[in-house]
């Protein structure tokens, strides 16, 4: 089983980056599918971004896909989220999350960090 940790989250303005961290122990992230996750006040939880056990795959939310970028370091057995152009509207507690399977994509994830909040002002 492995066991997730977030970091990074934070306030940003508008058009500013972020970087978001899911430190992973227990288990190689090398055996797991990972995604990120958000879930904004009031709204369900949310599909970001994910990549597959050896960092060949990614797939993207249509909402974030050419700002944000998911990847890998398996030597620190982390995954990152890298955000820029932030927007009001990605302002949410991001959660990274692992299963074994990498179908389907955006759903069935076994493993769940605390989240990290994230805040964009305009």
């Known amino acids: 089983q492995v066991q997730l940790v977030e970091s990074g989250g934070g306030l940003v303005q508008a058009g500013g980056s972020l970087r978001l961290s899911c430190a992973a122990s227990?288990?190689?992230?090398?055996?797991?599918?990972m995604g990120w996750f958000r879930q904004a006040p009031r709204k369900e939880r949310e599909f970001v971004a994910a990549?597959?056990?050896?960092?060949?795959?990614?797939h993207y939310a249509d909402s974030v896909k050419g700002r944000f970028t998911i990847y890998t370091d398996n030597a620190k057995n982390t995954v990152y989220l890298q955000m820029n152009s932030l927007k009001p509207e990605d302002t949410a507690v991001y959660y990274c999350?692992?299963?074994?399977?990498?179908?389907?994509?955006?759903?069935?994830?076994?493993?769940w960090g605390q989240g990290t909040q994230v805040t964009v002002s305009s």
């Open positions: 990549i597959n056990w050896n960092a060949s795959i990614t």
């Open positions: 999350a692992g299963k074994t399977d990498w179908a389907p994509v955006r759903q069935n994830y076994a493993y």
């Open positions: 227990g288990r190689p992230i090398s055996n797991y599918a």
